[in-house]
C-alpha cells in the first residue's frame, strides 16, 4: 500500500471531526495545566482507550474520549508507536494524535556509526552506551548470530529502538546493500555465506582496496590447493581483543576459528565487512601469489613460494 494512502482514514476523520465540532476550538486545545517539558512513556500493545486515559492523567490531553474517537475514526488505533514521547510545550488534540500515529517522539534520533570490520561485540558496546535501557551483554547474545550481516554503516535510530527493532535495521540495511551483488556472487559459484566469511577476513587483513582485491585472491589460490588460510585476524576474535598479533601459543588454540590448525573457511564470519570487501572476494585480483604479509613499513609484501616469504619476514619484520 502506497504510503499516503495510509493516512487517507486519519484524514477524513480530521476533516468530519472538523465540520462537526466547528468552533469548539476549546476543546482540542492543551490543558492548562500542561505540563512543559514532560515525557510519558507509551507501552508496547496498549489499547486506543488506555492510551487516552494516560495522556489526560498525564495533562497532556484534556478529553480522552476526543482522543480516542480520532485514533479509532482513522483505524489507526492499532498503529500508535510504543515508545517514550516529550512533550516540550503545550499541543493540541490534533498534534498530540498525529504524533501517536506517526511515532513523533520528540526527541533527536540516535547517531551510530558502524566502522566496516566492526564485530557484534564492538557493536554491543556502541549500543549499550547509546540506549541505556539495553545491556552490552543482551545484545551481544542477541546480535551474536548475526555477525557479518550487520551491515557497518551510519544509522538515525528511534530513541526508542529496541534490541529488535536495530538488528532488523541492520540486517535490512545489508539485504539492501548485498542485492546487485547477488548474481556475481552466483555466478562467482561460492555461496553469500562464503563469501562474507572469506570478506570479513579480507577486512581485517587488508587496509587498502587494491590490497583487499590481492589478498582476495591469495586465499582464494589456498583454498583451492588446500592450504590452511592462516589468517592472523581469526586470533582477535577467537579470543575477544582488538588486537590480533598471535603468539606460538595462540597459533595451537583449539577452535574451529583456527585458520592453522583447520583447512577451509572457519564456521562463519568474524566481523561486519563492508561493501568493499565483499567486492573484492567477488572480484579477486587474479594472481600467483600465496603469501603476504605487512611489514614495519605499513605496506602489504607478496610471495609466490615459502622461501620468498621467509625473505619477505626477515627484509621487512626482522
Known sequence: MEPYRRYIPWAIALALALLIVGGYRALFAAP?????????????????????????NAHIIAHPSLLRFFLRASLQSTSVHAGAYRFVVPQNLFVVAYRLVAGDYGFPPVRLTFVEGATTRDMAEQIAEAFPGI????????????????????YLFLPSSDMASIIAIMRKNFDTKIEPLLDPVRASGRSLSDTVILASLIEKEARTSENRHLVAGVLLNRLKLGMPLQVDAVFGYIFGRDTYSPSFADLTVTSPYNTYTHAGLPPGPINNPGIDSLEAVIYPTKTDYLYYLTGKDGRMHYATTYAGHQANRKKYLD
Do not use: C, K, M, W
Open 32 to 56: 492548562a495545566d500542561f505540563p512543559v517539558n514532560s515525557i510519558v512513556s507509551i507501552a508496547r500493545g496498549s489499547s486506543a482507550p488506555a492510551i487516552a486515559e494516560q495522556l489526560a
Open 135 to 154: 545491556a552490552q551483554r543482551d545484545f551481544l547474545e542477541a546480535a551474536q548470530s548475526h555477525e557479518g550481516y550487520l551491515f557497518p554503516d551510519t
